[in-house]
């Protein structure tokens, strides 16, 4: 009890100082042909981690990357509430459709998942409240919600989320509810965890991003999650794959060639840690291990070639 007290004291008073501190990365809207805007960010002394920001970011949201023969349009709206040298959290959301948001690791610029922010027991904690938010939730007034059936989906569709100095904000947007007639109610599109609930259930990596603690170093942690930035070599020519974090079965994304400036958005279904991604009159069997993808290139049977990809 009083370990837990000195905690939440602790968190008290680092939090208003972190949410003051001067944005670490810079802030530029790039212009994307024929119209539209969309932002990236440097740091002169972060090179490497914001290349893997921007390129996860723009295959995340786009589909593609700027200045390609295939070039993307629209205007994003976003926002950063931490902006400093243990982690980027983005909202990033274009004029029609939903929000996206991500948390990256300042140092290296990989994609920090909810599991890595939070203990085990904090997950199941999130994930129970997640439940009970959905029961109370009013949604349409023309049936009531019934949870069954949909505890293990309503408990898993917490991947979406958005982590600010005081808050831990989940965008659930997996699970619906529908009536004989087909009229779904949907699930509600925000649910609020004030940190002063949720933090005695930081991680080691939790509590270092948000400063309660100095140590380990940002570059020594690695996230334990699928979602992320690769990069390696297909038939010599290099590629970018980008991963969602998994719901339950599937799993989204997008490869990109940079030679042939080709992007090819997926939808996937992930099988023991394997995933097939269909490529021109063939496909891509990926074997999806913590921090390396293996893969082969296949037409039908036939093995093509092999290849390497590694998390940035």
Not at 61 to 81: C, E, F, Q, R
Not at 169 to 186: E, Q, V
Request: proline fraction near 6%; include cysteine.
């Amino acid at each position: 009890m009083k370990k837990g007290l000195l905690f939440l004291i602790s968190l008290f008073w680092l939090l208003p100082a972190f949410a003051q501190s001067k944005d670490y990365f810079k802030v530029a809207g790039a212009t994307l042909e024929p119209q539209g805007s969309f932002p990236t960010f440097y740091h002169k002394r972060a090179r490497k981690a914001t290349q893997n920001i921007n390129t996860y970011l723009q295959l995340a949201v786009t589909k593609n990357l700027m200045n390609t023969d295939s070039p993307v349009t629209g205007h994003w709206i976003y926002a950063t509430p931490i902006n400093n040298s243990k982690a980027l959290s983005i909202s990033c959301q274009p004029v029609a459709g939903p929000a996206r948001h991500f948390l990256f690791n300042a140092a290296t610029g990989s994609v920090i998942s909810i599991q890595d922010v939070f203990t085990v027991n904090g997950i199941a904690y999130i994930k129970r409240q997640m439940f009970r938010k959905r029961q109370e939730y009013p949604g349409d007034e023309r049936f009531s919600f019934n949870p069954e059936g949909q505890d293990k989906c309503i408990k898993a569709d917490i991947q979406e989320f958005l982590l600010t100095p005081d808050s831990l904000f989940i965008y659930p947007a997996h699970c619906f509810n529908m009536d004989s007639i087909g009229n779904t109610n949907p699930v509600p599109g925000k649910i609020a965890f004030p940190m002063a609930l949720v933090g005695q259930y930081l991680s080691e990596y939790g509590e270092v991003i948000l400063g309660i603690t100095k140590k380990p170093k940002l570059k020594k942690l690695y996230s334990a999650g699928v979602a992320g930035l690769y990069r390696g070599t297909i038939d010599q020519e290099e590629v970018f794959l980008q991963l969602d974090a998994p719901f339950e079965k599937s799993l989204n994304g997008t490869i990109y060639f940079t030679q042939s400036r080709q992007s090819l958005p997926f939808e996937g279904f992930l099988k023991n840690n394997r995933l097939d991604i269909p490529h021109n009159a063939g496909r891509l069997s990926l074997s999806i291990y913590q921090g390396v993808i293996t893969g082969q290139k296949k037409a039908g049977n036939k093995v093509l070639s092999n290849f390497t990809l590694n998390r940035q």
